[in-house]
């Protein structure tokens, strides 16, 4: 009896040795491909500069997911496009626009998304600025002196220099001045535009309406010729952002009587209601295919740029991630499944359609784990108010190697995630969904939705930590023997309200954008 005990005892020991060296083995082999065979740059060019921005309802979009799909079919998982509602289709054409008057100059500028188009002969017109008013009612009449103009409605920048360049190289004296003079400059063009009584949304429309020829904006970010990239509110006259320097330039020529004149050609094309998707690949589970861990990434961008690190190394990870699991783990425990949401630009839409849409896989989440804000090495984990998230992230990133845990500092058990980025959809479904937050590399400022947001913003090296950390942490999760809990914390009272707070809400998606008013 006592032989049989010791034989089992030597078995169960002999055993746990080769799972550990098993472990082991396929944890430096995750390394190990990631820095002898990292597919990353060709990923990064392939999506970046061949497919291009990923707008929702654009040609690109459709051309990204289906990309998607043919190289994760390529890498023998079964890969597809789920749609998940429609939204106005757009594509952007070419953009040019020349100052042709006082004299000729091209300009740096670029059509807003969803902006209309001028037709291939474009628009000839004057430039003039916002007209002041003492009241809405004031502003009524005055508006009408638009009409047959471009309209310049952004406030002209002091300086394009950024305050980090002011405080190296000014004194000072000059640093506080140029700030108390922004400062000032900022409240006398707020107080402007409140006066006109009309939102961010209303006024280019009512500047349609009163026969202007286009609208030109300059929406700043803080950083050498950088600006932010969003939509535009007009329904048949163009919606253009100009640089910085060029819409100052425009700007003091109108303030002064020089009366510059535009060209504007802007050959965008609307394409009516599209279809709008996700794509999901999976590598399915050998002992319990209906749990998953779940690698998160949004795959649209807006197109001021190419969306290079939003959230083009998000998805690069988890591509690269599932590419290397794949060829090292090909036959998990658990299901481990990639979703490229579409839409999350204007709120979490592709992964809200996902977790409404598919209960059973919701209800199988053993781990989610998100990538998204920019380039950066992945440097906080939060246990977004699950409370034994420590318990399982912490034995999962115990193995994770200490060149790449040394950088990252965790908060257990945190607060739940409320939006931000798609990991937010599954928490507040329940899901233990966990956001890789990474280092800045002035993320907010020169890239986070701007014209800047290009390929030679990624650092590759960065990039390649957060596969090594998401490989391995996927691997643990899947390979873990015990199902991970779900408990949630007690929220405190908000010192506000007074009110005890409460786990955020399950919401659906917009199922179908940027048709009407409301969207």
Do not use: C
């Not at 289906?66 to 597809?80: I, L, N």
């Not at 059509?111 to 002041?132: C, R």
């Not at 005055?142 to 309209?151: A, R, Y």
């Amino acid at each position: 009896m006592i032989r049989n005990l010791v034989l089992v005892s030597l078995l169960f020991i002999s055993v746990n040795i080769i799972t550990a060296q098993e472990k082991q083995a396929i944890i430096a082999n995750i390394v190990k491909e990631v820095n002898t065979n990292s597919q990353l740059e060709k990923l990064a060019h392939e999506l970046l500069d061949v497919v291009g921005p990923r707008l929702v309802g654009s040609p690109q979009m459709k051309n990204a997911h289906d990309w998607a799909v043919k190289k994760y079919s390529g890498w023998g998982m079964d890969a597809r496009n789920e749609q998940w509602g429609t939204w106005r289709g757009w594509e952007r054409g070419i953009t040019h626009v020349d100052m042709v008057s006082p004299r000729v100059q091209s300009l740096e500028a670029r059509q807003l998304a969803w902006s209309p188009s001028t037709g291939k002969k474009g628009v000839t017109a004057e430039v003039v600025i916002l007209p002041e008013a003492k009241d809405s009612a004031d502003f009524a009449q005055k508006i009408k002196s638009v009409k047959g103009k471009f309209v310049l409605i952004s406030m002209p920048q002091p300086t394009g220099r950024p305050d980090e360049n002011w405080e190296k190289w000014a004194t000072e004296e000059s640093f506080e001045k140029m700030k108390k003079d922004r400062d000032s400059l900022n409240d006398l063009f707020n107080e402007k535009m409140q006066q006109n009584g009309l939102g961010r949304r209303e006024l280019p429309r009512a500047l349609e309406a009163a026969g202007a020829e286009g609208i030109i904006s300059s929406y700043w970010s803080r950083g050498f010729g950088v600006n932010k990239v969003f939509s535009a509110y007009t329904e048949d006259i163009p919606t253009i952002d100009v640089s910085l320097e060029d819409y100052g330039m425009l700007y003091r020529l109108a303030a002064n009587g020089d009366k510059p004149e535009l060209k504007i050609v802007a050959e965008s094309q609307e394409l009516g209601e599209v279809p709008t998707f996700n794509t999901i690949a999976e590598i399915k589970g050998s002992e319990k295919p209906d749990e998953y861990v779940i690698l998160s990434a949004h795959f649209d961008s807006w197109d001021g740029a190419t969306g290079a690190t939003d959230n083009g190394t998000g998805t690069l990870v988890m591509m690269e991630t599932m590419r290397i699991l794949k060829k090292l783990y090909p036959n998990p425990k658990r299901t481990i499944l990639v979703g490229h949401w579409g839409s999350e630009e204007q709120g979490l839409n592709g992964s809200r359609a996902f977790v409404k849409d598919h209960p059973e896989i919701v209800e199988g989440v053993q781990a989610l784990f998100n990538q998204d804000n920019g380039t950066g090495r992945v440097e906080n984990i939060s246990g977004n108010g699950f409370l034994h998230a420590y318990d399982y992230i912490g034995r999962w990133l115990y193995e994770v190697p200490e060149e790449v845990t040394k950088h990252i500092e965790t908060n257990f058990p945190g607060t739940p995630g409320r939006g931000g980025s798609d990991y937010a959809s599954f928490v507040a479904a329940g899901v233990p969904a966990f956001n890789l937050s990474s280092l800045s590399w002035d993320y907010w400022n020169y890239t986070w939705h701007t014209n800047r947001d290009t390929y030679d913003k990624i650092v590759f090296d960065d990039v390649k930590n957060n596969v090594i950390l998401t490989a391995v942490l996927a691997y643990m999760a899947s390979e873990d023997e015990a199902t991970t809990s779900r408990e949630q914390i007690i929220l405190p009272v908000n010192r506000r309200s007074g009110e005890q707070m409460t786990w955020p809400e399950a919401r659906d998606a917009t199922r179908k954008g940027g048709l009407d008013d409301e969207d």
